[in-house]
């Protein structure tokens, strides 16, 4: 007996493993919902935005490497989807997004929230197709997936709304034959010039990305040889803070002094598995050696002298037999001196107490006069309470700052944020669809009140699914990032308040355990609290505005730009 085209499809996508699909019911996926329903091994989650869905289906797709499934109908419900996918083609994370249109038969007549989603998608997806005809299935679903999973990116298949129900005459289950990845390495005259290249200096750092993570036995093996530091960018924590005495922290606006130095000083700088998107923060006068397995990334932020094409570990194993050990540590030692003075300075400011203290009450007056919570203890707490193999998702913004200096990758914690395309609101949903993925672990989501707010909708989907969900909100009443920027820029803080409810209180409302701290000394316990009780919990943490963040390597223009800012805010009204 033939299939209609919305069984075929869910039944491929079930037979593939995909457990769970995320989107807003409605109109021409109503096939494919009510298809959904009754196959078993594949559940429907409802979200209350689409593009909520499209983060929860990416973050699933990043963490298991594995295909992730999002949904939405005709017109606005597809246009809903594009933020999150933009984020998942971002990260390189295979996502499918099934998208409804008007009945075949109007299309191309500006009928009834009509939308092009052939154009629509076409600069954020490897793999765009309309079924036209029942008779194109299951080739169009096999084709989406394999591009989907093959080319770590955004497949978007279109379905009308007229053909979900029609009959497939071809009734064969699809076949999507997807490859086992390749490990591959250069030849041996590329990895000789490599060696070459590092025997010329004595001063070597690695910079290590996400890409290097499945590789770290080798990548410590290299930082041994070499006497090298080892810079790590925020994704590539995870897998290289545990256990690693060549590590110095991360570079850019969200590192610290001994990273910045590191880059700085070294004469031979080692990329491996890293696409560091900021120019500025390379070093301008070293030799450049970068290993990733996406050839296109060879040199394309900062011009390489040596770029080999291949898996990290693999071209490792094969270039460390020819590397020239060096001797002097004088390089490594300084650098990771100068990050352990810089671990002990943040510990101190995350202490509770510090603003009780003398330095800390000098520091206070400029920085904290409310004496309200240090965002800076708010994260080192969740560190210290949240569980080893806890998986974290981060808003874009002071949010990561925090984490980035102050959570720990230990054991098998994950982590996970909208850290290449930079969206606002994505550590809510994303931590939904890691919760779906993984149950039986915690997941810590540090949620900007700025993001959380933008889709707050959704914690009635973490309640209605009764997923033990923590999140923690950073509730400083502004858009931290953009207020830190406007003020390095010398302009005083403009359009960043926030007039905040009590988070706390929304989320009782909602059916959630809602905390709300606003002392200092009732945040470790409401931390220990909020993480043990079972259940979705948020934990609204009012934390001090006026904090600074200060980067790496901070410019005489930042500071400046910095004062005058401040000058500026405290002068009367249309001062000017």
């Known amino acids: 007996m033939s299939r209609t085209v919305a069984r075929v499809i869910v039944d491929g996508l079930a037979d593939l493993g995909v457990g769970h699909v995320f989107g807003v019911v409605g109109d021409a996926l109503n096939p494919l919902t ?37 949904m939405g109908t005709v017109g606005p419900g597809s246009v809903h989807l594009l933020n999150g996918l933009y984020d998942a083609a971002k990260s390189g994370a295979p996502v499918l997004a099934i998208c409804g249109q008007v009945p075949l038969s109007e299309v191309g007549g500006d009928y009834f929230q009509e939308v092009d989603n052939d154009l629509l998608f076409r ?59 390749a490990v591959t390495r250069p030849d041996d005259p590329a990895l000789a ?122 071209t490792l194993r094969a270039l460390l037999p020819l590397l020239t050990p060096i001797g002097s540590r004088s390089h490594l030692d300084e650098a990771r001196e100068r990050f352990l003075q810089w671990q002990e300075g943040q510990a101190d400011l995350a202490d509770p107490t510090h603003d009780k203290r003398l330095l ?8 904290n006069r409310d004496e309200e919570i240090r965002p800076e203890a708010l994260a080192a707490a969740v560190d210290r309470h949240a569980a080893d193999d806890a998986i974290f998702t981060s808003d874009t ?34 931590a939904i669809g890691a919760q779906l ?49 406007q003020e390095q820029a010398g302009l005083p803080e403009f359009g960043t308040v926030l007039d905040n409810p009590d988070f706390a209180a929304v989320a009782e409302a909602l059916g959630l355990t809602g905390i709300r701290v606003t002392e200092p000394g009732e945040l470790d316990e409401a931390v220990r609290r909020a993480l043990a009780v079972p ?23 930042q500071g400046w730009g910095f004062a005058i800012a401040k000058i500026k805010e405290n002068l009367p009204s249309g001062s000017g």
């Not at 800390?360 to 920085?367: E, M, N, P, Q, S």
């Open 437 to 485: 993925w993984a149950p039986d672990r915690q997941v810590v989501a540090f949620c900007g009140d700025g993001g959380l707010s933008m889709l707050l909708g959704d914690l009635l989907t973490i309640r209605s699914e009764r997923l033990p969900v923590k999140l923690v909100v950073f509730d400083n009443r502004r858009l931290g990032m953009v207020k830190l920027e």
């Open 123 to 181: 600069d954020v997806a490897v793999y765009r197709a309309t079924v036209t005809s029942p008779a194109q299935m299951p080739r169009l679903l096999e084709s989406a997936v394999r591009a989907a999973v093959t080319r770590r990116g955004v497949a978007v298949l279109t379905v009308p709304g007229d053909l979900g129900d029609q009959k497939v005459e071809d009734d064969r289950p699809p076949r999507f034959a997807l490859p086992r990845p």
């Open 193 to 314: 010039e490599a060696a070459e290249a590092f025997a010329a200096g004595s001063r070597v750092t690695l910079l290590v990305g996400r890409g290097a993570r499945d590789s770290r036995e080798e990548v410590l093996r290299t930082a041994e040889l070499l006497s090298a530091p080892m810079v790590l960018t925020l994704k590539g924590k995870e897998g290289f803070e545990e256990d690693n005495p060549y590590e110095v922290g991360q570079t850019g606006l969200i590192g610290n002094p001994a990273a910045a130095h590191a880059l700085d000083t070294c004469d031979t700088l080692l990329l491996l598995g890293t696409d560091f998107p900021y120019r500025d923060w390379y070093p301008s006068d070293c030799r450049i050696v970068q290993i990733d397995v996406r050839e296109e990334h060879l040199g394309r932020r900062v011009p390489v002298d040596v770029g080999l094409a291949g898996d990290v570990g693999a």
């Open 34 to 70: 009510d298809a959904i329903r009754t196959t078993e091994g594949i559940e429907w989650t409802g979200f209350r935005h689409e593009e909520a869905a499209a983060f929860a289906a990416g973050a699933r797709a990043q963490l298991s490497g594995e295909l992730g499934v999002c």
């Open 397 to 430: 913004g002071m949010a990561t700052v925090w984490l980035s200096r102050f959570v720990s990758m230990r054991g098998s914690r994950r982590l996970i944020g909208s850290y290449n395309l930079g969206s606002m609101a994505n550590a809510m949903p994303q």
């Open 360 to 367: 800390g009450r000098v520091r206070a007056l400029f920085d």
């Open 535 to 557: 259940g979705p919990v948020l934990l609204d943490v009012v934390t001090n505005p006026a904090e600074v963040a200060v980067p790496g390597k901070p410019t005489v223009s």
